[in-house]
Protein backbone atom coordinates (compact mmCIF):
# COMPACT_ATOMS: atom_id res chain seq x y z
CA UNK A 1 0.00 0.00 0.00
CA UNK A 2 1.08 3.92 -0.39
CA UNK A 3 0.08 6.59 2.48
CA UNK A 4 -0.10 9.86 1.09
CA UNK A 5 -0.40 12.76 3.06
CA UNK A 6 -0.74 16.63 1.75
CA UNK A 7 -0.24 19.82 3.32
CA UNK A 8 0.38 23.62 2.85
CA UNK A 9 -3.40 24.60 1.95
CA UNK A 10 -4.29 27.67 3.26
CA UNK A 11 -6.13 31.11 2.30
CA UNK A 12 -4.75 32.85 -0.50
CA UNK A 13 -5.89 36.17 -1.96
CA UNK A 14 -6.94 35.96 -6.15
CA UNK A 15 -4.44 36.53 -8.21
CA UNK A 16 -1.98 34.57 -5.52
CA UNK A 17 0.51 31.93 -5.06
CA UNK A 18 0.44 28.45 -3.14
CA UNK A 19 2.56 25.89 -3.15
CA UNK A 20 1.04 22.44 -1.93
CA UNK A 21 2.56 19.06 -1.52
CA UNK A 22 2.24 15.50 -0.87
CA UNK A 23 5.10 12.74 0.67
CA UNK A 24 4.53 9.32 -0.44
CA UNK A 25 5.62 6.63 1.96
CA UNK A 26 4.89 2.90 1.98
CA UNK A 27 5.18 0.73 -0.91
CA UNK A 28 6.09 3.93 -3.00
CA UNK A 29 8.61 1.38 -5.98
CA UNK A 30 5.11 0.63 -6.95
CA UNK A 31 3.74 3.97 -7.90
CA UNK A 32 3.40 4.43 -12.00
CA UNK A 33 2.11 8.20 -11.83
CA UNK A 34 0.87 10.50 -8.77
CA UNK A 35 -1.61 13.14 -9.51
CA UNK A 36 -4.02 16.28 -7.80
CA UNK A 37 -7.41 16.28 -8.08
CA UNK A 38 -9.61 18.90 -6.54
CA UNK A 39 -13.36 19.01 -5.28
CA UNK A 40 -15.23 22.01 -4.34
CA UNK A 41 -18.83 21.71 -2.28
CA UNK A 42 -21.43 20.40 -4.46
CA UNK A 43 -19.42 19.64 -7.50
CA UNK A 44 -17.76 16.86 -8.50
CA UNK A 45 -13.80 15.92 -8.08
CA UNK A 46 -11.80 17.22 -11.08
CA UNK A 47 -8.38 16.33 -12.27
CA UNK A 48 -6.11 19.24 -11.82
CA UNK A 49 -2.07 17.27 -12.72
CA UNK A 50 -0.46 14.31 -13.22
CA UNK A 51 3.32 13.24 -12.68
CA UNK A 52 4.63 10.37 -14.11
CA UNK A 53 6.73 9.07 -10.72
CA UNK A 54 9.73 8.33 -13.35
CA UNK A 55 10.56 10.25 -16.03
CA UNK A 56 9.60 14.35 -16.62
CA UNK A 57 5.62 13.53 -18.37
CA UNK A 58 3.40 15.98 -16.75
CA UNK A 59 -0.27 16.28 -17.45
CA UNK A 60 -2.50 19.20 -16.78
CA UNK A 61 -6.23 19.77 -16.69
CA UNK A 62 -7.98 22.78 -19.16
CA UNK A 63 -8.34 24.88 -16.39
CA UNK A 64 -5.26 25.67 -14.86
CA UNK A 65 -2.62 24.90 -17.73
CA UNK A 66 -0.24 28.00 -17.97
CA UNK A 67 -0.67 28.78 -14.03
CA UNK A 68 0.01 25.60 -12.14
CA UNK A 69 3.05 23.08 -12.30
CA UNK A 70 3.12 19.57 -10.80
CA UNK A 71 7.17 18.37 -9.91
CA UNK A 72 8.18 15.65 -8.33
CA UNK A 73 11.12 14.98 -5.74
CA UNK A 74 12.38 11.73 -6.23
CA UNK A 75 14.94 11.91 -2.97
CA UNK A 76 11.62 12.92 -0.15
CA UNK A 77 9.35 10.59 -2.10
CA UNK A 78 7.31 14.21 -2.53
CA UNK A 79 4.79 15.51 -5.23
CA UNK A 80 4.57 19.50 -5.42
CA UNK A 81 1.95 21.36 -6.64
CA UNK A 82 2.78 25.10 -7.39
CA UNK A 83 -0.67 27.34 -8.00
CA UNK A 84 -0.05 30.77 -9.49
CA UNK A 85 -2.86 33.25 -10.15
CA UNK A 86 -5.22 31.45 -8.41
CA UNK A 87 -9.07 32.21 -9.13
CA UNK A 88 -12.07 32.21 -6.61
CA UNK A 89 -13.08 29.03 -8.71
CA UNK A 90 -9.85 27.28 -7.36
CA UNK A 91 -11.74 27.11 -3.82
CA UNK A 92 -11.30 23.22 -3.10
CA UNK A 93 -10.25 20.29 -1.56
CA UNK A 94 -7.07 19.35 -3.05
CA UNK A 95 -6.18 15.70 -2.88
CA UNK A 96 -3.24 13.78 -3.84
CA UNK A 97 -3.61 10.20 -5.29
CA UNK A 98 -1.50 7.60 -6.97
CA UNK A 99 -1.63 4.61 -9.20
CA UNK A 100 0.51 1.73 -9.75
CA UNK A 101 -0.82 0.48 -12.95
CA UNK A 102 0.47 2.52 -16.54
CA UNK A 103 -2.23 4.67 -17.49
CA UNK A 104 -2.72 6.18 -21.15
CA UNK A 105 -1.60 9.62 -22.07
CA UNK A 106 -5.51 10.16 -22.81
CA UNK A 107 -6.57 8.81 -19.28
CA UNK A 108 -4.73 10.27 -16.97
CA UNK A 109 -7.50 12.49 -15.97
CA UNK A 110 -10.25 10.03 -14.63
CA UNK A 111 -9.92 9.52 -11.15
CA UNK A 112 -11.24 6.03 -11.39
CA UNK A 113 -7.30 4.98 -12.36
CA UNK A 114 -5.75 6.35 -9.13
CA UNK A 115 -5.84 3.52 -6.25
CA UNK A 116 -4.53 5.59 -3.53
CA UNK A 117 -5.78 8.83 -1.97
CA UNK A 118 -4.74 11.42 0.51
CA UNK A 119 -7.04 13.04 2.94
CA UNK A 120 -6.61 16.44 1.44
CA UNK A 121 -5.93 19.83 1.97
CA UNK A 122 -8.06 23.10 2.01
CA UNK A 123 -7.25 25.66 -0.31
CA UNK A 124 -9.17 29.01 -0.08
CA UNK A 125 -9.07 31.94 -2.50
CA UNK A 126 -10.29 35.02 -1.61
CA UNK A 127 -11.46 38.00 -3.40
Known amino acids: QVQLVESGGGVVQAGGSLRISCVAS????????AGWFRQAPGKEREFVAA????????YYGGSVVGRFTISRTSASNTVVLKMNSLKPGGTAVYYC????????????????????WGQGTQVTVST
Open 51 to 58: IRWRGTST
Open 97 to 116: ATNPNRIASTDYYRAKNYEY
Open 26 to 33: GLTNSIYA
